[in-house]
Every structure is written in structure tokens, then in C-alpha cells.
């Protein structure tokens, strides 16, 4: 689930447009071969002494210099896949190999939604604390019903300014049954009321389906706003600190304001819980009540990413040496 923050790849497309994911470091004498290397037919060329090495198998196919290229001389091939306009790595610390697939989304793959932007945020955070709060429903309406206009600052968000208008959510999550296990869904109904009166012609449902430990599709429908997907991805990139990045696809047909004023609007709520994650503590074992058993379920379902060898942090109890 979490790759380990000097793991380094090579990432290229061969002349058919085939992606692979290689180690970076070549066996040889240690170049990068993402540095100043280059490709040839599907393979890739170490910029230091011209070794050649297969995306398919790893395999170096030629030494410029030898007669004969050791049958053991190979880098290590990264099992990916490509979807929603990104190259995919499976990673487990045990190294078990792929047990489940991302799908490509058809209208992004064919064009039919186009890309509208995107936004990056580096939260400081255990891995666990993003992907809950999809199941964490009773924050949406304290933290996120405040309206967008009031910004990210905690401190101001309930300014009486703009007290007339309220977000409002309804949500549910559940995890799906076999033989995707590792799948959840969040369904949201969002509608805003001005002064209490509700516009229906606000109202958007949004389907966030999980793959895995740190990628979500939330998918858009609004009955004059058209649809789209938002690509939300979760990448550690050190002990508590993971990458977060929103990508933005939407109907070509939709002018482009609308999708990135979603995505702005999105950006706000989402920096709204990044104020709340950079300064918690997470909890193994909270005092939950009845309404928060959710959060409970997901923690279960949640646990099939860990395994007896994922790294853990119990150090930072026995010491200040972290």
C-alpha cells in the first residue's frame, strides 16, 4: 500500500504508445535510466554505457560492448495500468502481484469528456484519514455546510455574511460485495437553500466510487449542468504526508466555466478538511457514538490494505527520533 519514499521509476511509451514502469536504477553501475536515458523500440537505454532494457520483461536485450549479455543481467518491472488520462502502479509490501483491476472510464478514454484542470495538495496526514471521510457523514453538514464564499479559514467560515445561504448534503457509504471487495461507494445529494428556500435547480448528485486505498471517481449529474468525473488520488509520499490531486473531466459540450467553477467550489471545501488533517491526531481506537458507525465499517473495510508487513510508526511513542 505504501511505496517506499526513495523507490525511484523509469516510466516510458514504446513506438505503439505501450506505457511501462521499470526501476530507475540500472544493475550495471547504478544510473538513472529515467535521466538522460532513451527509447528504443520497446526498450529503454541506460545513458551511462548503452545497456538496453525491455519494458515487457525487464530484460537487458544488449550490451553495446559485450559479446554476451548475462541471462540474470534485468530490472524490475512494475505491474501498471492506464486509466482516466494516468499510469497506474501496483505496489504491495509483500509483493503479491495485481489482484484487481482500475477500469478505464469510457467517455474520458473516447473523448466524449474532456479535461478541465486540476488542483494538488500536500496534506499532512496518515494514509487512513482522507478515504474516511466519505464515510464520516456528520462532518459534511457542521464543516461543509457553511457556504463557499466564507473561504477555508476555520476561524471565519461561519461569518454571518453570507449565513443565508447553506450547503446542504445528504450521504451514504457502503462497501460492495464480492467479488469487489476492494471497492466502496458514496452516494451524495448536495442542494443549496437561500434564506431556507431550497433551488432545486442547484442540486447535484455526485457517485464516489473507491478503488482501492487512495483513488476515488466521483462522478457528476446535474440535469442542465451535464455530466463529468472528478479523479481524486491519495499517493504517500513520505511518513504522513500524502500527495492529493483532483482531476477534472467533463461533457465537451458543457462550457468550460461551469467544470472549473466545480472544481474551484470543490478545492475550497476540500482545503476546509486539509486545515482540519494538518493539525489532528489520528486516533486507532475514537470514542464513537451510534451515528458514527459508518466511520466504524469503513475502518474494517479499510484494514484489507494493510498487511503483517506494512510500515508502522510505533517509534514516534518511544522517542523524539522522528
Not at 511509451?13 to 506505457?19: A, F, I, N, V
Not at 472549473?260 to 488533517?277: C, G, N, P, T, Y
Not at 479499510?302 to 506494512?310: G, N, P
Amino acid at each position: 500500500m505504501r511505496v517506499h519514499p526513495r523507490e525511484q521509476f523509469a516510466v516510458f511509451r514504446d513506438l505503439s504508445g505501450q506505457s511501462y514502469v521499470l526501476d530507475a536504477y540500472c544493475p550495471h553501475l547504478g544510473a538513472n535510466l529515467s535521466v538522460g536515458g532513451r527509447v528504443v523500440g520497446s526498450c529503454i537505454e541506460c545513458p551511462f554505457h548503452g545497456w538496453q532494457f525491455s519494458g515487457k520483461d525487464g530484460k537487458c536485450t544488449r550490451i553495446p560492448y559485450a559479446k554476451k549479455v548475462p541471462e540474470f543481467a534485468s530490472v524490475k518491472v512494475w505491474p501498471s495500468c492506464e486509466a482516466g488520462g494516468m499510469i497506474l502502479v501496483w505496489y504491495h509490501c509483500d509483493g503479491v502481484s495485481p489482484t484487481w483491476q482500475v477500469p478505464e472510464q469510457e467517455e474520458v478514454a473516447s473523448g466524449a469528456w474532456v479535461f478541465r484542470g486540476i488542483t494538488e495538495h500536500f496534506v499532512n496526514a496518515h494514509i487512513e484519514e482522507i478515504p474516511e471521510n466519505a464515510a464520516d457523514i456528520a462532518h459534511l453538514s457542521f464543516l461543509h455546510g457553511p457556504c463557499i464564499m466564507n473561504g477555508v479559514d476555520l476561524r471565519h467560515t461561519k461569518s454571518k455574511f453570507w449565513k443565508f445561504i447553506k450547503h446542504n448534503w445528504k450521504a451514504d457509504w457502503q462497501p460492495d460485495p464480492e467479488p469487489d471487495t476492494h471497492c466502496s461507494c458514496m452516494t451524495v445529494k448536495h442542494y443549496i437553500t437561500i434564506f431556507g428556500k431550497h433551488l432545486p435547480i442547484m442540486d447535484v448528485t455526485v457517485l464516489a466510487k473507491q478503488f482501492g486505498a487512495g483513488l476515488v471517481f466521483l462522478f457528476f449529474n446535474h440535469p442542465f449542468l451535464g455530466d463529468g468525473i472528478m479523479i481524486h488520488s491519495v499517493t504517500p509520499v513520505e511518513p504522513l504526508l500524502q500527495h492529493v490531486i483532483h482531476r477534472m473531466y467533463y461533457q465537451r459540450s458543457i462550457p468550460g466555466f461551469i467544470p472549473k467553477f466545480m472544481l474551484w467550489a470543490e478545492s475550497v471545501q476540500f482545503e476546509r478538511d486539509i486545515m482540519i488533517w494538518n493539525n489532528k491526531q489520528y486516533l486507532s481506537k475514537p470514542l464513537l457514538v451510534k451515528e458514527d458507525s459508518a466511520i466504524q465499517r469503513h475502518r474494517r473495510w479499510y484494514s484489507q490494505f494493510y498487511s503483517a508487513h506494512s510500515v508502522t510508526f510505533t517509534g514516534q511513542k518511544n522517542g523524539l527520533d522522528w
